[in-house]
């Protein structure tokens, strides 16, 4: 239905500091505002920030409007907060927000994957962990990659909690050109005033898709699961993405795909839904190579019909952009 794309860079006035803006890696609607958040993965004094998101007569408009840093309540470890690596989030029926730290390695210290529970005001008031076996060892033999973990979130309209996992557990190896991979798909039930972790179901990751010309993956760019929408208890939508590069290193191209996943005993079924690759011609030149897209949300009802409103990480570089696709759904 619409495209609004913005190069990296772009000064947005109603900033003090546009730079800090970017790098959207998930989305919520926030009710209460009328507004969606984001979050902002630089692991830089971990942010959201909220835009406002209309479609008319322009087509698709997206303006972003203020960023918030998060901070964490009283027994809350402060570095858990602010060094986030958050990949996603969404809302809750309470008007709390939970987001996503898929769980990564910085100067030797290590973050595990975790939930982060916030208020409408960007303070953290709980760390909900992942079971033992999602948990980042160091070893190379067990548990998550770092920067390769937790990257999807999903609310079912009962209030669970289902987080995605990217890459496959070690040993297991990861997503090729030629073999896919098992992921994971791990439940978190409500609990008094928090979550904790509940069943799991096996997800097959499909393999890297293959661009010409772009015979070689960027680094972590691997055909992986980045986000979860849920549509019923049992029935999700899952967007898959790569990062291909050419073998001189100097161009790079990004695959999309987003799959309809039904939640079965221990396993989920996924069916094609789009493959982007499909659509490049309806859009601007500028997503030729598509982009780096990560967040998927609902977005603004237009005309009684129900959309998803889909981002893109532009992971701050002068080479990628901000980009926002909507989708009509029936």
């Excluded at 984001?38 to 479609?55: P, T």
């Excluded at 989030?89 to 927000?97: E, H």
């Excluded at 409408?120 to 999602?134: G, M």
């Excluded at 973990?149 to 289902?162: C, Y």
Aim: with cysteine; charged share 25%.
């Amino acid at each position: 239905m619409g495209e609004f794309t913005r190069p990296a860079g772009t000064v947005y006035p109603q900033f003090v500091d546009s730079k800090r803006f970017g790098s959207l890696s998930g989305l919520a609607p926030d009710e209460q505002r009328g507004q969606w958040i984001g979050v902002i993965d630089d692991r830089e004094q971990s942010r959201v920030a909220w835009l406002r998101v209309s479609f008319g007569a322009k087509g698709l408009e997206v303006a972003p409007v203020r960023m918030q840093e998060l901070r964490g309540a009283p027994g809350v470890q402060s570095q858990r907060v602010t060094d986030a690596d958050l990949e996603s989030i969404v809302a809750l029926p309470n008007g709390m927000f939970v987001a996503a730290e898929e769980g990564h390695v910085r100067a030797s210290t290590v973050f595990q994957p975790a939930l982060l529970l916030m208020t409408h005001d960007a303070v953290v008031t709980s760390v909900i962990e992942f079971p033992k076996e999602f948990q980042i060892t160091m070893d190379d033999k067990s548990g998550i990659r770092p920067n390769q973990g937790f990257e999807g979130l999903a609310v079912t309209p009962s209030g669970r909690l289902i987080a995605g996992l990217e890459q496959p557990l070690l040993p297991e190896a990861k997503v090729t050109f030629d073999r896919g991979g098992q992921g994971w798909l791990v439940e978190f039930e409500p609990a008094r005033s928090t979550f904790r972790a509940a069943r799991r179901w096996r997800y097959q990751i499909s393999p890297t898709p293959r661009v010409e010309n772009f015979d070689d993956v960027c680094t972590d760019g691997e055909n992986g699961l980045v986000e979860l929408l849920a549509l019923s208890d049992t029935t999700l939508i899952s967007m898959e993405r790569s990062c291909l590069v050419t073998k001189d290193k100097q161009f790079t191209a990004n695959t999309v795909q987003l799959f309809s996943v039904e939640l079965l005993d221990g396993s989920a079924r996924k069916q094609l839904l789009l493959d982007f690759d499909t659509i490049t011609s309806r859009l601007s030149s500028a997503l030729s190579r598509l982009e780096n897209f990560e967040a998927l949300s609902f977005g603004p009802i237009v005309n009684n019909t129900p959309t998803l409103l889909i981002a893109s990480d532009d992971n701050f570089r002068a080479t990628q952009k901000t980009s926002f696709l909507l989708f009509g759904m029936r």
